[in-house]
């Protein structure tokens, strides 16, 4: 193997295509057999999960949420230790809230524990500004600028202690100032009304300043 500059070594053509090693010598190596997302800062969203709970609600906050391709499905990463995903599996529906940058301690008490013998609603909750879903049972943060309603597609176990829960998006709402159009400067739309980002673990972000996407020239998904 032959050193290239600083960053690369030339390997031995694989199928008649040369490709350069990377060469390790600024990076740590991470130990793989524990988590690796504690010793790394990634990007996030942060979303508030809804569902009902018996006579009553719950919400929790995620960040291993995501749309599920680019039709209506969105899915979130939980546990089975935790009420989310029974209530999910139970009712067969939940809601998602988008909070906004300002509503980050909102966001943050939605994981706070519940008082024993009680719901989350009953007890932290009651202080938060919550409303009801239009279309579903499950509850959802006021003043957040997306909300989606979804009915459960299917939970997928097996990624360790955690599980993917998916659900169809059956109803969305968007603010009117977060509302993408065409005619709209989108910098100058974010920069106005900025998003909230999960920096993980333990960190979070106000985004105002974004730029275009240099894609290829006749690109397509």
């Known amino acids: 193997m032959i050193f290239y500059g600083s960053n690369f070594i030339v390997s031995p053509p694989v199928n008649n295509v040369s490709m350069n090693t990377l060469v390790l010598d600024e990076f740590v190596s991470l130990d793989v057999s524990t988590p690796i997302w504690d010793q790394v800062f990634t990007i996030a969203p942060l979303v508030i999960v809804g569902t009902q709970e018996g006579d009553s609600y719950d919400l929790a906050p995620k960040h291993m949420a995501f749309p599920m391709g680019f039709d209506n499905f969105f899915g979130f990463v939980c546990t089975p230790d935790h009420q989310t995903y029974h209530n999910a599996k139970k009712f067969k529906v939940f809601s998602v809230s988008f909070p906004t940058p300002e509503q980050i301690i909102v966001s943050s008490l939605s994981a706070s524990k519940r008082h024993e013998g009680q719901s989350k609603a009953k007890s932290v909750l009651q202080a938060l500004g919550v409303a009801r879903a239009i279309h579903i049972e499950a509850p959802v943060i006021r ?39 065409s005619e709209v400067d989108e910098g100058q739309q974010i920069h106005d009304h900025p998003l909230l980002a999960y920096v993980a673990n333990g960190r979070f972000a106000q985004i105002s300043e974004t730029y275009n996407f240099p894609y290829p020239k006749d690109f397509s998904r």
């Open 143 to 181: 003043d957040a600028y997306l909300y989606l309603e979804c009915s459960l597609h299917k939970v997928i176990d097996g990624f360790g202690t955690n599980s993917l829960i998916t659900g169809t998006i059956e109803a969305a709402y968007v603010n009117k100032n977060y509302h993408r159009a």
